[in-house]
C-alpha cells in the first residue's frame, strides 16, 4: 500500500515558493532571462555532440497514466479515444489539471464509460481529477468557459463556478500516480499532454518516485529560437530550412534557447521540478514536431457525422439530477464515443472558426507507444519523429529552456519529423502516425459489413 501524500500540501504552499509568482506578463511577450544559478548550471553541463536519430529505448507494450487537460482543446480528447483504441497501449488511469479540472475528469470519464460499454469492458478506465491551480506560473488561466458544453447539465456547471474550482489543489491525481507507480516499477509512462501540476506535486512530495517511473513523454516546449543568420535563411529560404540547421546546431554539440509553450508555462514551477529531477527520462514532443501534424478531411468529417445523432435521440425521459454525480444531458446518452468527441470538437471548432485541428496530443501518445528496435531500416520505421539527446535545463522566470546536446542527458527533444520535405512543406500524410489516426476516426467495417 503506497503511502498517503501530508496534509500539508493541501495548503498551495508550493505557489509561494516560486520567486516569480507577483511579476505577471502576457503569454509571448516574455524574453528569456535565465538565472545567475541557471546560467552556472547551463555552464557546467556537458554540451557536446549528440546525434538526431531514432529514440534509442524500444519499449513496448506501453502502460501509460494519461495526464490532461481535456476539454477546452479538442486535440487531448482525440489523444484519449486514439489511445483507448491502440492495442499497444494500456491505459491504467487518466488524471486531470488547469483551471476546471473537475469538469476536465467529467469529459474524461464519459468518453472512458462509454468506450467500456462499447467494447463490453467489465470495468471502464478510471479518471481522477486533479490539481486545477498550478504550482507557479506568471501568467493567467487561458479558458474558454465552454469547458463540458454542451455535454454537461447546465445546472451542474452553475453549481461549480469555474472561478472557484481554479483556487483548487487536488491532490487525488498525484495520490493516485503514486500508487501506480509504486505498485508497478519501471513500468509506467506518464504521457502528459496537459499541464504538469500533478507531476510536479507526486515528485515534490515523492522524488523517489521519479526513479520508478519508466519515462515522461510531455506534449511541451516550442521550438528552438533562431539565432540571426537562421532568421535571415528564414526570409530568404523558407521557414523549414531554418529550423533545421537550428537543429543540426544542436545536433553539433551547441546549447540553444527554446521556447515555451502553453502546457509548460502555465506551470513553470512543475515543470522545473519535472526537468531538474537528475535521473528522470523524458521525452519531449514539441512544437517543431507536432505542427506539421493536421486532423483533417475523413477523420473530422466521420466524428460529425457521429456527433449529429444526439440531434435524432429521443427527448430526455429524466432529469439529470437523478444522478448529479453523472450530469451528462440525456440528448447524449445515446452517443458513441466518437460522437460525444465528435461533439466537444463542433464546440471547439465554432470557437476557433475552422475544422482542422494539429494533432499535439495524439502524436505524443503515439511517440509513447510506438519506438523502434536499435538498427531498424528507416522504411520499417514504427515511430514517425527523430530525437537528439541531452538536458533540458527550464527557466525559472516565464518556462523558457535551456538545451544542452549530450549523448549521455536524460532529455529526448523532438528534432524532425521522418516524411517527405522540401524547404517550404513537410507532408505528414504518409507517416505511420497520420496513418494509424486516420485509421482509429472512421467507420468500423464490421458494422458496416
Ligand atoms: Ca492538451
Same mark, same amino acid.
Given at each position: 500500500m503506497a503511502e498517503q501524500f501530508s496534509p500539508s500540501l493541501l495548503t498551495p504552499s508550493l505557489l509561494r515558493d516560486y520567486v516569480?509568482?507577483?511579476r505577471k506578463c502576457y503569454y509571448r511577450t516574455e524574453k528569456p532571462e535565465p538565472s545567475q544559478e541557471e546560467i552556472i548550471r547551463i555552464s557546467n553541463t556537458p554540451a557536446l555532440p549528440s546525434p538526431i536519430g531514432p529514440y534509442p529505448q524500444y519499449?513496448?507494450?506501453?502502460?501509460?497514466?494519461i495526464d490532461t487537460d481535456i476539454g477546452t482543446d479538442i486535440d487531448d480528447a482525440f489523444a484519449l479515444l486514439f489511445a483507448l483504441r491502440d492495442p499497444n497501449i494500456e491505459i491504467l488511469g487518466v488524471t486531470t489539471n488547469y483551471g476546471v479540472a473537475k469538469i476536465r475528469q467529467q469529459v474524461a470519464q464519459f468518453i472512458c464509460n462509454r468506450f467500456a460499454e462499447e467494447h463490453h469492458l467489465e470495468s471502464?478506465?478510471?479518471?481522477? &481529477? #486533479?490539481?486545477?491551480?498550478?504550482?507557479?506560473?506568471h501568467r493567467d488561466y487561458f479558458l474558454t468557459h465552454k469547458e463540458g458544453t454542451p455535454l454537461l447539465d447546465q445546472k451542474y456547471l452553475e453549481e461549480n463556478s469555474f472561478l472557484e474550482m481554479q483556487k483548487e489543489t487536488h491532490l487525488e491525481a498525484a495520490q493516485f500516480l503514486h500508487e501506480q507507480i509504486s505498485s508497478r516499477p519501471h513500468e509506467i509512462t506518464i504521457v502528459s499532454i496537459g499541464i504538469p501540476t500533478n507531476i510536479g506535486l507526486l515528485l515534490s512530495e515523492h522524488p523517489e518516485d #521519479?526513479?520508478?517511473?519508466k519515462e515522461i513523454v510531455?506534449? #511541451?516546449?516550442?521550438?528552438?529560437i533562431l539565432n540571426n543568420e537562421e532568421l535571415s535563411h528564414r526570409d530568404l529560404k523558407g521557414s523549414h530550412a531554418a529550423? &533545421?540547421?537550428?537543429?543540426?546546431?544542436?545536433s553539433k554539440g551547441n546549447i540553444r534557447l527554446i521556447y515555451p509553450n502553453h502546457n509548460i508555462s502555465a506551470d513553470t514551477l512543475a515543470t522545473k521540478i519535472m526537468f531538474d529531477h537528475p535521473r528522470l527520462r523524458i521525452k519531449i514532443l514539441n512544437h517543431t514536431v507536432t505542427a506539421?501534424?493536421? #486532423?483533417h478531411g475523413p477523420p473530422i468529417q466521420?466524428?460529425?457525422?457521429?456527433?449529429?445523432?444526439?440531434?435524432l435521440a429521443p427527448e430526455p425521459s429524466h432529469q439529470p439530477e437523478d444522478n448529479p454525480k453523472y450530469p451528462l444531458l440525456p440528448k447524449y446518452h445515446n452517443l458513441s464515443s466518437d460522437g460525444l468527441v465528435g461533439t466537444l470538437m463542433n464546440v471547439w471548432f465554432d470557437i476557433r472558426n475552422r475544422h482542422f485541428q494539429c494533432l499535439y496530443d495524439p502524436l505524443t501518445v503515439y511517440e509513447a507507444a510506438y519506438t523502434d528496435p536499435p538498427g531498424t531500416p528507416p522504411e520499417e520505421r514504427t515511430s514517425s519523429v527523430n530525437y537528439i539527446c541531452g538536458t533540458m535545463i527550464p527557466h525559472e522566470w516565464a518556462a523558457f529552456g535551456t538545451f544542452v546536446p549530450n549523448p549521455n542527458g536524460n532529455h529526448f527533444f523532438g528534432a524532425e519529423v521522418l516524411a517527405k520535405k522540401t524547404d517550404f512543406t513537410i507532408d505528414t500524410n504518409d507517416t505511420p502516425f497520420m496513418k494509424a489516426f486516420n485509421a482509429s476516426f472512421r467507420e468500423n467495417e464490421e458494422v458496416l459489413s
Open positions: 516569480h509568482a507577483n519499449l513496448t507494450p506501453c502502460k501509460v497514466v471502464p478506465v478510471r479518471c481522477v &481529477t #486533479g490539481s486545477s491551480r498550478p504550482l507557479g506560473s #521519479g526513479d520508478l517511473i510531455i506534449m #511541451g516546449y516550442g521550438s528552438v529550423e &533545421t540547421l537550428a537543429i543540426e546546431s544542436l506539421p501534424f493536421i #486532423g466521420f466524428l460529425q457525422k457521429e456527433a449529429a445523432k444526439a440531434q
